[in-house]
Every structure is written in structure tokens, then in C-alpha cells.
């Protein structure tokens, strides 16, 4: 059964850090692009990061660019969202896709940037 499962969000006050981690089963993560996404409420869906399937190059949203690193550990079949100095606005429920052709996705985890 292919399955993507998001976790490690949850409540951080601002400049903190989370890691959030996107486990995949049913097929290889390695061999897919993953991306992260979030979707904040009432806003567009907005790319977070990607990185690309075996030689995992990566891509950032501006508004991330050097506070946020995506990586991937093949061992684990999983894929890491690393988000330090964390802000309001990065407040959003984070998905991550797995895409070669066809496409997977998560089901959410919920981050909340507040003190």
C-alpha cells in the first residue's frame, strides 16, 4: 500500500525551530520528487521546498530561502522539512507530495508559529 505520513508539527513560538519528516511506504522515496507544500487558512497552497529524485537537487520558495532545509534519508525512506527562525506566517498545515508521472500525498501536520 503506498503511503506518505507527515509528522513533527505542533506549537513553537517564533524563531524556533521544528523538523517535520514525511515517511514513505510502497515505494521508494529516492526514486520521486518530493515536495513539501502548506496551505495556510484562507490562502493559496504554496510550495515550500523539493527535492529532486536521485540526485536531490533542491528548490526553495523565496520566502523560506535559508531558514529552511529539505533533505533525504534513504535508509528511512523518509524525507526531513528542517524549519529554523520560525515565523508567524509560516503558520499552515504542511503536506508532502511524492511525484514521478503519478503522485502521493500526505495527509497534513499542522504547524503553529505563536507565543
Known amino acids: 500500500q ?3 505520513v507527515e509528522s513533527g508539527g505542533g506549537l513553537v513560538q517564533p524563531g524556533g525551530s521544528l523538523r517535520l519528516s514525511c515517511a514513505a511506504s510502497g515505494f521508494t522515496v529516492s526514486n520521486y520528487a518530493i515536495t513539501w507544500y502548506r496551505q495556510a487558512p484562507g490562502k493559496e497552497r504554496e510550495m515550500v521546498a523539493t527535492i ?6 533542491t528548490v526553495y520558495a523565496d ?7 529539505i533533505s533525504r534519508d534513504n535508509a528511512k525512506n523518509t524525507v526531513y522539512l528542517q524549519m529554523r527562525s520560525l515565523k ?5 498545515v504542511y503536506h508532502c ?8 500525498w ?3 501536520t499542522q504547524v503553529t508559529v505563536s507565543s
Not at 508567524?88 to 499552515?92: N, W
Not at 507530495?97 to 502521493?104: E, K, L, N, Q, V
Open 63 to 69: 520566502s523560506v530561502k535559508g531558514r529552511f532545509t
Open 88 to 92: 508567524p506566517e509560516d503558520t499552515a
Open 97 to 104: 507530495r511524492a511525484a514521478r508521472g503519478d503522485s502521493y
Open 52 to 57: 529532486t529524485a536521485h540526485g536531490g537537487v
Open 106 to 108: 500526505g495527509q497534513g
Open 2 to 4: 503506498v503511503q506518505l
